[in-house]
């Protein structure tokens, strides 16, 4: 495959009417032809926006979700609604923090075993294939982060523990991974928090004051991103594999901080990955340094671009911190992106349509300016 050096994570705004949309079907005003039809309008628009642009590897923006987990957690069946109030400890940068209201959003817990009643990241294959005109990829939350399906009340019956939980979602998604690479997938993303969980003190300090190993809990997630990579390389070894590692990215504001170091030498040095998507918009997310572990046939996409403010950033400081970054992996390996999504929740982050397509625009002109 050429190398592409400029990418996006995956989520683009959602327009009002898909909005509205939502809510009609949500209260039986719309049958789900009327909602279908919307994400479709929404995810044609969202291409013709990315070709206009220049981006060369398109995702339909995720419209058919409610959150970037719902590919996953919307086609689970044994899994019942339990509420997710994650106001509390989201943070933005120069503000106050996030209302609580404002950043919740729907969790699921498994009540029963696993199962897949529904395939929603073919759906999404399908549309594009019929019209995205160039490559696509498909994006996906990782199994690693099976755990937040287990819930103290509901799930022990069936799952003693969320490791439980962990092993059955990472093969059911691996035969996912399979089935889609089968029917002609070329590119997928994993999107996982679990090595944020590491990276940021505060997090790590809750898993070891349960019990948890972080040692432990690193190895599981690199050995349950390696089952996917594994499925996909069977079904075709010449896909390409991304992962994607950010500190939160709801309505603007954040969850996590911390550096890589913690995780580098064995995430860099063991996920099996084509690509690594890398949050460094901020301070939050450290120095280039632990790029020193990457190996020599990996890319790494530099998150330099901010999806959680409309602030354009300077071409001549992005161009300055892809060179410090290529003081620890050759220029050629690296290319540019947003640091995430700009709606991992359906309401998206503060800012306009207008000033996505411009971030968009950016990563493409200093990707050009800087690899040809």
Excluded at 203 to 221: E, K, N, P, Q
Excluded at 228 to 242: S, Y
């Amino acid at each position: 495959m050429t190398m592409i050096h400029a990418e996006h994570v995956g989520s683009l705004l959602r327009p009002s009417q898909l909005l509205a949309a939502r809510q009609a079907f949500a209260a039986g005003k719309l049958p789900h032809d009327g909602l279908r039809a919307a994400e479709d309008r929404a995810a044609l628009a969202n291409l013709a926006m990315l070709r206009d642009v220049g981006m060369p590897v398109f995702t339909d923006g995720e419209v058919r979700r409610a959150t970037w987990m719902a590919g996953a957690l919307e086609s689970l069946g044994g899994v019942v609604p339990v509420d997710a109030n994650t106001g509390l400890g989201w943070h933005r940068d120069g503000a106050p923090d996030a209302d609580p209201e404002d950043t919740r959003f729907q969790l699921v817990a498994a009540r029963d075993r696993l199962f897949h009643k529904v395939n929603l990241t073919a759906t999404e294959a399908g549309f594009m294939f019929a019209h995205a005109q160039g490559l696509f990829k498909v994006t996906m939350m990782s199994a690693s982060m099976g755990a937040m399906l287990w819930a103290p009340g509901i799930s022990e019956q069936v799952y003693p523990t969320p490791g439980d939980v962990i092993s059955d979602l990472a093969a059911l998604q691996a035969t996912e991974i399979g089935e889609l690479v089968s029917l002609g997938v070329r590119w997928v993303q994993l999107d996982s928090l679990s090595y944020m969980s590491i990276v940021d003190e505060e997090f790590a300090a809750g898993l070891r004051s349960r019990g948890v190993s972080i040692t432990d809990s690193l190895a599981r997630s690199i050995e349950v991103d390696n089952q996917q990579v594994r499925a996909a390389r069977a079904a075709n070894p010449d896909v390409t594999v991304g992962l994607h590692f950010c500190r939160g990215n709801n309505r603007s504001a954040w969850a996590g901080k911390g550096g890589y170091e913690p995780v580098a030498e064995r995430l860099f040095g063991e996920v099996e990955v084509d690509r690594f998507l890398l949050e460094f918009d901020t301070d939050r997310a450290g120095g280039f340094e632990p790029l020193r572990f990457v190996p020599s046939d990996r890319t790494v996409v530099l998150g330099l671009v901010s999806s959680k403010t409309p602030v354009l950033e300077s071409p001549d400081d992005l161009r300055r911190r892809v060179d410090e970054a290529a003081r620890y992996v050759p220029l050629e390996n690296l290319a540019l992106s947003p640091q995430c999504g700009f709606a991992s929740t359906a309401r998206g982050n503060l800012l306009t349509a207008d000033d996505q397509k411009r971030k968009l625009e950016l990563v493409v002109r200093v990707a050009s300016a800087i690899w040809g």
